[in-house]
């Protein structure tokens, strides 16, 4: 794809935003499809649709303006996916689609390619429940197998009378128990693959939860180097597996067993991820350059930071305090122009510098920027 | 200005498209106003007035939507500007634009400061060159007062035999004739003010002309730190004078005498400058976010580099080398999405970055990178 071709882009939300974005720096045409009016990615690209996902006609024009298509969030209607597959590549492709839209075989994905997952076992009523908590042990979790994001579809039992009220939690729909993880921390890789097979992966943050929605997100994470190089080991392995082209992120949760550190891996999204956030601003490329670089068949970029990094998400009413974060000169603003403000919507996000060295292993985590 | 407002940019090249950019990544939208089809800005911006200047219907509107007006060139028309004054704030104000727009208010300006520049006289008809020209002596450079830009409208003349053909080269209007400057380099202060008050300036590169375009800008110039101060000085001075809001730039010419090094202000550019686009690669906040922070009332950021860099424009042809230019790790490349290549057009700039401390003061200039 040269300069001035056009990347067409499902979803309109903070990650197509940031996605076009990157795109216009490198002289590309970001073409948006999404059902809400006013999506933050509508500002800043060159064309937009605004349409239902089951629209063919609308689908139709927007693969006939674009040369290549990707998409900001797995949840994409497959039904859109394959009308617009038989029309322009779509990247990544159906193999990413098909694994991370389902927790179930998302699950078996990992653990044929050796890669340690928690114990897991497939729901399909209410009735498959207690004899997988009879086999997995509480505390145990219950997710939907599909459309889960942000904690939404699931439920953490800690007693196996709560059976029930999972299942209705979660919409009484097929599901998977997993063990519950006794994590010493979680960190993420954010790994990138070309259309020429050439893979990169930015040192993993640490990332830190509350409500299940990402709050703060460290770079580099404080482990060894060995725990990183796994991790990165992980993400390449995913993305060879299935030839992936772009950016994708595995969610892994770090155990203590016997003084030793272990990775399992928890969850793979297949696209960029809240947790590469800080790449925009401590490293030279970052995972949306890298994303469009590799939907456009060009070369991946250097992942290397040149500072560390915290990322604190904006939730909510977290957005009140930009004033405090433009004024702070260690601190680069990143808001992603949403006119309403809700509860546990993601508003934007600060990311506080410091030099090469300042976190990562044995070092204290710093306070609170946001 | 709060996050979600809008700012309105009168032009549309690749200074309003990186304006705008930045603009988004602050959260606030931006109104791209540009009488010529198929602007770059337009694809980075939410909303897009195709129009002449003249248009008062069109520049209603386009008042109406926006919160703040800025511009991205200073010859706007003034009646355009007076119009839009009227109903909306225009940053930065008609001190700027009016001293910018006419080369012997800016020397005189200049002068009055008490900063240098080259002897000038002011050349009203043909027969103003010849008694100028004993004054000041050969070479000299004969300038239109207004529309100046990219060495556009001038002539240099080395003999005094060649009056006429300069009158003509110029449009046979009112002109400036100046002593050429025989400088040993040129270098530029990029600097900012805010509304608050507050001023900051970057590091001033060197920059290297061929055919009066600007072919590459090295940051930081190889000067002392007492004539980078100077140069510091004369932008505050600059902007100081005027209540200046915004980005400027002083171009100016360093010469040697008596083993001494002297700072000569060339012209001064009330925008965002084409010298300055290495602030997008190595620093944290690049001159586009620092103009839109002023304009938006909001304050400065920092603007210290964490790298040195080499800026080089890709001026038609030259965006041939595109690919190169993507597969080096140590270069960034912005393209500005011009659909047509012409010779002389700026099609985009690559920047090649350095750890500190690689160029500068007694350093060698490294080699060509574009």
């Keep these: ?54 629209n063919e006609a609308a689908l139709d024009l927007f693969a006939r303006d674009a040369d290549a298509i990707t998409f900001e969030f797995e949840n994409v209607p497959s039904s859109a996916v394959a009308f617009l597959r038989a029309r322009r590549p779509v990247l990544p492709d159906e193999r990413a689609l098909d ?38 042990g509480l505390p145990a979790v219950l997710k939907t197998r599909l459309y889960g994001y942000d904690g939404k579809g699931q439920y953490v039992l800690h007693d196996a009378g709560e059976a029930e009220a999972a299942w209705t939690a979660v919409g ?13 921390r979680e960190i993420s890789i954010i790994a990138a693959r070309g259309q020429d097979g050439g893979f990169a992966a930015y040192d993993p943050p640490e990332n830190q939860h509350r409500g299940q ?18 991790a990165r080991d992980i993400g390449r392995q995913v993305a060879e597996a299935i030839d992936y082209v772009g950016v994708l992120a595995v969610e892994l949760f770090v155990t203590e067993e016997n003084g030793k550190s272990r990775l399992i891996a928890n969850e793979i999204a297949p696209r960029v991820h809240n947790s590469g956030h800080w790449t925009l601003d401590a490293c030279a490329v970052s995972q949306f350059e890298q994303h469009i670089r590799a939907v456009a068949g060009w070369p991946l970029g ?9 990322m604190d998400n904006l939730i909510g009413d977290d957005i009140d305090r930009w004033p405090q974060l433009v004024a702070a000169a260690d601190t680069r603003l990143h808001l992603y122009g949403k006119t309403q403000t809700r509860a546990g919507r993601k ?18 985590v710093p306070e609170t920027a946001a």
Tied chains: 1, 2.
């Design 1 to 54: 794809m040269a300069p001035g071709a056009t990347i067409g882009i499902l979803g309109g939300g903070q990650l197509g935003r940031m996605l076009a974005l990157a795109a216009a720096e490198l002289g590309l045409r970001t073409h948006v499809f999404c059902p809400e009016q006013d999506s933050p990615a509508f500002d800043v690209c060159r064309r937009v649709t605004q349409s239902s996902y089951d």
């Design 347 to 364: 508003m934007g996000h600060a990311t506080r510098l410091a030099p090469l060295g300042s976190f990562g292993a044995n070092r204290p």
């Design 213 to 230: 929605i990402l709050r703060r997100s460290l770079a580099p994470a404080p482990i060894s180097q060995a725990l990183a190089d796994q």
């Design 302 to 310: 250097p992942t290397a930071r040149h500072s560390d990094a915290v």
């Design 99 to 136: 694994m991370a839209q389902d927790r179930l075989k998302e699950k078996e994905f990992l653990r044929a390619l050796g890669i340690d997952v928690a114990p897991f076992h497939r729901i399909n009523r209410l009735a498959d429940i207690a004899p997988a908590l009879a086999e997995i």
């Design 172 to 184: 009484e729909t097929a599901s998977v128990l997993e063990a519950f993880v006794p994590f010493s």
